[in-house]
């Protein structure tokens, strides 16, 4: 994840930012056992859901088409599942936060944090965990 973005979210929203591909599996169980919220690029990081015991929200990020496999973990753990969807490098034609895990994606840093706002307010706590909620970033 982009060091700005990385920046905004453990500022403003009081997030840790883990690198899973750094941890042993051990160790990736211990920093997801407690979290409530996980945000990160589309990939297999966000699989460690599984080890969270009280997940209430999943947000994943990505470019291109979505997949089901992570929106059905989210509905398994009682979790509500966002896509935020993200540029791809070669459609922009403005300053725009790049992602460290695919060179190819770029997001908003002010859509991101608006996004993120809301969650925090409570806007989409009405909202079930039956379907994926989208939200185009781009």
């Known amino acids: 994840m982009n060091g700005e973005l990385a920046s905004m979210l453990i500022k403003d929203f009081g997030f840790s930012v883990v690198d899973p591909s750094k941890l042993s599996i051990k160790e990736q169980m211990r920093c997801f056992k407690n979290a409530n919220i996980i945000v990160g690029v589309h990939g297999g990081g966000l699989t460690n859901a599984l080890f969270a015991n009280n997940l209430q929200v999943l947000v994943e990020m990505f470019n291109s088409e979505t997949r089901s496999h992570l929106p059905f973990i989210s509905k398994q753990l009682g979790a509500k599942h966002f896509y935020l969807k993200a540029n791809s490098?070669?459609?922009?034609?403005?300053?725009?936060?790049?992602?460290?895990?695919?060179?190819?994606?770029?997001?908003?840093?002010?859509?991101?944090?608006?996004?993120?706002?809301?969650?925090?307010?409570?806007?989409?706590?009405?909202?079930?965990?039956?379907?994926?909620?989208?939200?185009?970033?781009?």
């Open 89 to 138: 490098v070669e459609t922009l034609n403005k300053q725009v936060i790049g992602l460290e895990d695919d060179k190819n994606m770029t997001i908003s840093l002010q859509s991101a944090k608006k996004f993120f706002r809301l969650l925090f307010f409570g806007k989409f706590d009405s909202l079930g965990t039956s379907q994926p909620l989208l939200i185009d970033l781009t």
